[in-house]
């Protein structure tokens, strides 16, 4: 699996997207690092883009890679290889790659400018929500042959997330104002990985003036130290389901 | 050495292949020929393990190869059309693939030097024509001296020249006691390399002969005649 993982990276951070990824990410954050004084500021702004940017970036370019490495695969399904470690080679090779670009282009100027444990949780955010998108990706790419269709369903997980997700949340909360609202508000946000991102980053921020409903009841819950080991769990578990289920259609799928 | 029993495999609701047995011993050359979609693909990528089959066992040597992979070390395939990471050398693909099978006994580079690719090695995949690129196939397929080479339509896309130094490749292996399972449509080739032949139309065998029964039964002389007569009647 190591040595899958090992061409999978080299082929992966020559290609232009991924340089183009990690210096987007470096002149975004360097650039509100240097405008904003106040770090904290910098952080929500920053979060705001990253929430948005890094599941759309991990899951659409991890469903052009999945397709675009068939014939790849199809080699390698022909060698004496285990299938399990093929998949997990390509996925941690693929993930791994974003991830690494993530921790250059914005881990380096966060480490910079010293802007303290929020700004150092939001790239470790960053970097979870990168390996749940790009598990995303793969069990969106694995369980359909025709690409056009899986790079719809992708883009469509990433809009349901990113932008539908709280909608939905905010016209119940809007309907149902009337009731004790608190509990299945808090189990939504378990359903959203992008959510549980938001919720760790400014929880660890502390100005519950930002954190939004939803962050503001993990902290009333959970207090902030439980409530960001509680989130991050919930993440681990969204990284977990969709990956074993991805791996398990591969395992069985013909190519 | 291998042995299929009843293999059944349906995509949806087309059957593709239909209750296939056969059998192949090493130092055979077998010709697998069929109409364009008729399931020889599908076959070998059963054999391979690319695809999984709904019922019927294969057998490698006297191991079931349902979800096993180390059997594999001793298959060569050569794909219809071999893509690789466009942006690896040819010479990476082939220090990748040395490393990915971690090979300890010796490897077989004589096709890469007939095939003149050290002349090349510094090429970008992307940047090949097809049949370079098969060329580059045929090389690996060869390459870690398996005791069978699975070779999908190998000539396709090969100038006449390459095309027979790699069927030279084929018979000189058969000499070795090489099993080698061989796609085409082009008669003429089969009838120079082929010693048993499987016809196989919708999914169906329709018969697995050698050469030689082919034209006693048939009275002719070309396998493209006997053929045409065996398939018309």
Not at chain 2, 18 to 25: A, G, Q, T, V
Not at chain 2, 48 to 69: C, Y
Not at chain 2, 128 to 142: H, I, N, Y
């Amino acid at each position: 699996m190591m040595k899958i993982l090992k061409y999978v990276i080299y082929d992966v951070l020559r290609s232009k997207m991924i340089i183009a990824y990690t210096l987007f990410l470096f002149l975004l954050s360097s650039g509100l690092f240097w405008m904003n004084t106040d770090s904290g500021k910098t952080v929500v702004s920053l979060l705001h883009v990253i929430l948005l940017v890094v599941p759309l970036i991990s899951i659409v370019f991890g469903t052009i890679h999945y397709y675009n490495s068939r014939e790849f695969t199809e080699l390698l399904l022909a060698q004496p290889i285990n299938r399990n470690k093929i998949f997990l080679g390509e996925y941690a090779g693929l993930s791994c790659s974003l991830a690494f670009a993530l921790l250059a282009g914005m881990g380096v100027p966060v480490l910079i400018s010293g802007s303290g444990e929020a700004a150092v949780y939001l790239v470790v955010v960053g970097i979870l929500l990168t390996f749940i998108f790009t598990a995303l990706a793969f069990l969106a790419s694995v369980r359909s042959t025709d690409k056009a269709r899986g790079i719809g369903t992708a883009l469509l997980l990433w809009f349901y997330f990113a932008v539908l997700f709280d909608g939905i949340v905010l016209s119940i909360l809007f309907y149902f104002n009337d009731y004790p609202l608190e509990k299945p508000v808090l189990f939504l946000t378990a359903l959203n990985p992008v959510d549980l991102a938001r919720v760790i980053t400014l929880l660890k921020l502390d100005t519950s003036a930002l954190m939004g409903y939803t962050g503001a009841l993990y902290q009333k819950f959970f207090g902030s130290a439980w409530g960001i080991s509680i989130a991050m769990l919930l993440l681990l578990l969204w990284l977990y389901v969709p990956l074993t289920w991805a791996k398990r259609i591969f395992f069985r799928k013909d190519l | 050495m291998i042995r299929i029993e009843g293999l059944d495999k349906s995509f949806g609701k087309l059957a593709v292949l239909k209750n296939i047995n056969l059998s192949f011993e090493r130092g055979q050359i077998i010709s697998l020929i069929g109409p364009n979609g008729s399931g020889k693909t599908t076959l070998i990528k059963c054999i391979l393990g690319l695809v999984m089959p709904d019922h019927g066992k294969i057998f490698f040597g006297d191991k079931n190869i349902l979800g096993s992979w180390d059997y594999r070390s001793q298959i060569g395939y050569m794909p219809q059309i071999g893509r690789y990471p466009e942006q690896m050398q040819i010479q990476q693909i082939f220090s990748m693939m040395r490393d990915l099978r971690s090979t300890h006994h010796d490897v077989d580079e004589e096709l890469i030097h007939s095939f003149q690719l050290p002349g090349i090695f510094k090429k970008r995949m992307g940047t090949l024509s097809g049949g370079t690129r098969q060329k580059v196939s045929a090389s690996l397929s060869f390459l870690f001296n398996p005791d069978m080479m699975i070779l999908d339509e190998p000539t396709a896309g090969l100038d006449p020249l390459s095309a027979e130094i790699l069927k030279n490749k084929i018979l000189k292996e058969k000499a070795n006691n090489k099993l080698t399972l061989i796609t085409s449509h082009n008669m003429s080739e089969v009838e120079e390399l082929a010693d048993r032949i499987i016809f196989i139309v919708d999914g169906d065998v329709k018969f697995f002969k050698t050469v030689g029964e082919l034209k006693s039964e048939t009275g002719e002389n070309k396998l493209g005649k006997a053929l045409a007569k065996i398939t018309g009647s």
